[in-house]
Structure formats: structure tokens, C-alpha cells
């Protein structure tokens, strides 16, 4: 009998502890479900662009961005605001670069975080502000970053930006080598080569800063133009008063006074 009882015994601490398993498999699956979610905002197809809500950031005890609220969906976006007004802090925001902000910073509904910072990559490309050259030819330099672009589109890209003057041959324009340190090139120059690359990782959304500041106005608005027209969610980061005309403003930053806000 004092036998069978310690076998009974045994056999309840098993039952109990392939009880305790299965929920704690349970557990962890519904843990990975949680974080699968987060990385793939796919899920959620019906909800678009940017939404912020109360995003405020200080730094070193200074405000910089106060309660920005706004919405950026397909079409084109303006943010416009003063030199150091927060413009390309925003941009970090928006891409989980910059995690220290209260207030609610969404992506397709899913939360900002550096976590998100790849997805929102793999569907956003930005011409940032200070563009980064690399060592090679300008096609190297356009195609940074880039996949499978055919050279029809390449040498659109190169029309586009204003490269080909008359009778140049874009091939041989293609291969010019690109002094990395920049001593050869224009800062519109520079700037073109960012805005290229950005367009051609061609992904749905498109984010420029300042786009316009180290262009001629006619070269600046034919390219806002034409994104305008094969973009379906166009950000731009911008002080052009024909810009902010044509297109609205979505986001105004303001440097002094509360921060603001429209949609
Ligand atoms: N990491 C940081 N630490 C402290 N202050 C910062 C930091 N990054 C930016 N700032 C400050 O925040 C303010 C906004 O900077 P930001 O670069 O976002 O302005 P901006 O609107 O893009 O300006 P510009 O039009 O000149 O490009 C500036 O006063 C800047 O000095
Ligand atoms: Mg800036």
C-alpha cells in the first residue's frame, strides 16, 4: 500500500507538472504573438502614414518639440517651421530614432519605437538633410541602398534630377567618380544624389528634408512636382513659400510659442 502511495503521488507531481508546461508554453506563445505583432504592421493595411498625438521632446531641460499634433497620409505633407524649430528631430521621431518623447507617435497604427525602426524603414525612404556620400561612381551613389533598378529608370532618375545637361551622355555621367569628401560637388549637388537614392529604393513613402534649400527653385519644384505625382505618401520638410502654398501646410512647427498644429 505505502508503495502504490508514493506512485500515486509521483504520478500527480508529473500531471501537475505537464499542467504547469502546456500554460506555460501557452505563455510564451502568446508573448511571441505580442512581439510578432509589433514587427509587422502589415497587419493592419487599413490604417495609413503618420498619426501624432501630444508628441512633446525636451532636451537638456529646453523644449524642442511641444504637443505636435497631426496626421500624414497619402498625398503630400508639408512640415514647415523655422531653422531649429524641430523639423528634423520630427523626422527622427518618426522613424524610432528618437525614443525620449511623450505623447503618442503611431505607424500604421503601431506604436514608434526603435524596435519598428527596420519596418518602418523597409516602407519609408528619406533624403535626409545632410546626404552621406560613398566611395564609387555616381550610379554607386544613387543605387546605396537600392534594389533591382533597371538602367531605364536609373537614367530617369538622372533626367529628373537635373544631372544630363544637352548632349551628355549618361552612361559616362553615370560613371563619374564621386570625391567622397565632397570637395567636387555642389551642395545641390549632394543633395540631388540624396533625393535619387531615395526614389529609387522606391518604397510607398517618401520623406525629404529641406529638399529645396540647396536647390535652384525651378530644379526644386520640378522634382517636388513629378514625386508628388509617383509618390503615394510624400513628406517634405520645407520653408518654400510656393510649396507651402500649393500644397498646405500639415504640421507647423513653431520655435518660441506653443508648438502647433494643424491638420
Ligand atoms: N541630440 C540633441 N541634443 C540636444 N539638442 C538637440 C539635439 N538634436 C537637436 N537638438 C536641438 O533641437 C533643436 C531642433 O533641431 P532640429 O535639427 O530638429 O531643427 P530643424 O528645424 O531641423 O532646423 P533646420 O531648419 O536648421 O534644419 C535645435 O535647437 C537643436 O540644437
Ligand atoms: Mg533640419
Redesign the pocket.
Known sequence: TLFTLQLHLLAGTLFNLQAHLISLNDGIKYIEEDIKEQYHPKHHADVEGFTLTGVTLA??N?T?LNNINGQLMSGVNIIS??????????INILLGLEESHTGTALYRGHRISEALTEHILSEVSVAP?KPVLVSGTLEDNLLYGADDVCQNRLKEIVELLGFTRQGTDADALLATVIDVAGSGLSGGERQRIAIGRAILRDKPTLIL??PTAALDERTAHKIVEWLALHTRNLII?T?DEKLKKKYGIKIE?NETTADSVQV
Open positions: 532636451k537638456d529646453r524642442i517651421g523655422k531653422s531649429g524649430a524641430g523639423k528634423t528631430t520630427l538633410q528634408d529641406e520638410v520653408h512647427l
